[in-house]
């Protein structure tokens, strides 16, 4: 069973290492490694066994940069009469997919590695220095071992929408953090607009002024009246009629404890708050752009993963929109894929196991490895909290790991697990969500997660995707 092209201990891409070597002289196998970079990219031409045919070079990612490295390559290969050629990048940054898509192009294949390999072949080799050259050396290693991860870089959908959310995902943490300088802003302009300290029955107790403070009506004084003083100008007549003005809806109650405290402040005068006030609403300016890009950020998002078999994922009780478009675009083509396991260890999401003595001995299952894909993994463990709390299916599965005493951090990362083996089935056989929960309807479940496309003749319907 060890040589048959039916299995292999590192799935398809360990069947096709296998296949090109079988049967050739490993003298004429060429390995490229490639160290990629801003500006200055590097590459060494060795055989298998580690004999340099071309020294460490520099190239630059262009025509003539690309056109340089494709021609050491065939004088390489002339030089040896290569039968098989092997290359491999590191995944930096972003700076390599300029790289696997030219040299794809030309017509080869290229391996991309986690920059965590090549550190672990470095220390492998008791080396803890990091230069280019080293570098080079350990990537070399990890191709002649067949170490990468992927060979082929998103495209078409499914690469449109990892670019928007993880754009996406980058400006909801700019606006978290946008959101606790507003709010020390405040404190120091009107500490009391967040609410002020009340006794009720012999306790303390906070009394805010507005039940949300990023709701219309808190925003607009911020916006436009952040300081008491203008408050206690405008008096509650004044307050009545801007409500009216504006459609806010600001009950009695609001505007007697915004006038409570407004009195009450000892906040310093406007003059002395000048350059608060002045950031202050610069960043409410900036919340604005940030919540108007977000909302055009989601829109088209939604429009995009409806055209994709990531639609699917939609039918799962507990999984939103924006997480399914993020797991189906960092989940990549499932079809490169033999089982669930691989996607697993792909999120980095996979145990550390430590056994000793088989069944005799101990099996101990620590940390995660993290040595997958980042936002993988993030997204995984969302997906697993999301899934605890909201899908009736999985309850069960919970609940058998709260009863063995896990934390409720590994029942999330387990949760999310299950849910890459979910998918990869639905995926691979493009086949929605069933729940076994009274009144599921794969087209209501869907559709109640739309926010944009879900009006009229744009509604899902059942047959699109079962």
């Not at 690309?66 to 040896?80: F, G, H, P, Q």
């Not at 056994?355 to 997204?379: A, M, T």
Request: hydrophobic fraction near 35%; charge should be positive; proline fraction near 2%.
């Amino acid at each position: 069973m060890g040589t048959s092209k039916q299995y292999h201990i590192q799935g398809k891409k360990g069947s096709y290492f296998r296949d090109q070597l079988r049967g050739v002289d490993l003298e004429q196998v060429l390995i490229v490694a490639i160290d990629a970079a801003k500006l200055h990219q590097k590459a060494l031409i060795c055989n298998y066994f580690g004999d340099v045919i071309e020294k460490p070079f520099f190239f630059s990612v262009n025509n003539a940069g690309i056109s340089l490295l494709c021609t050491k390559i065939e004088e390489a290969k002339k030089m040896v009469d290569a039968q098989r050629i092997f290359l491999g990048v590191e995944a930096t940054g972003h700076y390599y997919e300029d790289i696997v898509r030219e040299l794809g192009s030309c017509g080869y294949r290229v391996d991309i590695f986690n920059a965590y390999t090549t550190k672990e072949e470095r220390n492998s080799a008791l080396n803890w220095c990091k230069t280019d050259d080293l570098d080079l050396i350990a990537l070399a290693h990890a191709i002649k071992n067949n170490k990468g991860t992927e060979s082929t870089l998103l495209e078409g959908k499914q690469r449109q929408l990892l670019t928007l959310t993880r754009t996406r995902r980058r400006d909801i943490n700019r606006r978290s953090s946008l959101l606790v300088e507003i709010r020390t802003l405040m404190d120091h302009i009107w500490r009391e607009y967040q609410g002020y300290a009340i006794v009720v029955n012999g306790k303390r107790k906070t009394q805010k002024i507005f039940s949300d403070f990023w709701g219309k009506s808190a925003l607009f004084f911020m916006t436009y009246y952040p300081h008491p003083s203008d408050i206690l100008a405008l008096g509650e007549l004044g307050l009545k009629s801007l409500s009216k003005e504006h459609n806010l809806k600001l009950r009695s109650t609001t505007i007697k404890r915004l006038l409570f405290a407004a009195e009450q402040s000892i906040t310093r005068s406007k003059e002395e708050l000048a350059p608060e006030l002045l950031v202050l609403k610069m960043r409410l300016q900036d919340l604005q752009r940030l919540n108007e890009n977000i909302e055009t950020l989601e829109r088209e998002i939604e429009k995009i993963l409806l055209q994709t078999d990531g639609k699917l994922l939609l039918t799962v009780p507990g999984i939103g929109l924006v997480s399914a478009a993020e797991f189906y675009a960092e989940l990549g083509d499932v079809s490169n894929y033999n089982n669930p396991g691989q996607l697993i260890k792909k999120a980095g999401t996979n145990p550390i196991i430590k056994q000793s003595g088989g069944d005799e001995g101990y099996r101990y299952y620590g940390r995660i490895s993290r040595q997958g894909n980042p936002h993988l993994r993030k997204v995984v463990y969302n997906i697993g909290f999301c899934l605890s709390t909201h899908n009736k299916d999985l309850q069960p599965f919970k609940q058998r790991l709260e009863g063995k005493g896990k934390h409720s951090r590994k029942v999330f990362i387990a949760m999310g697990n299950k849910f890459i083996k979910i998918a990869f089935a639905m995926l691979r056989d493009k086949k929605p969500f069933l729940s076994k929960q009274s009144g599921f309807n794969i087209a209501d479940e869907i559709n109640k997660k739309l926010k944009y496309n879900n009006m009229g003749s744009q509604k899902v319907e059942s047959k699109a995707v079962a």
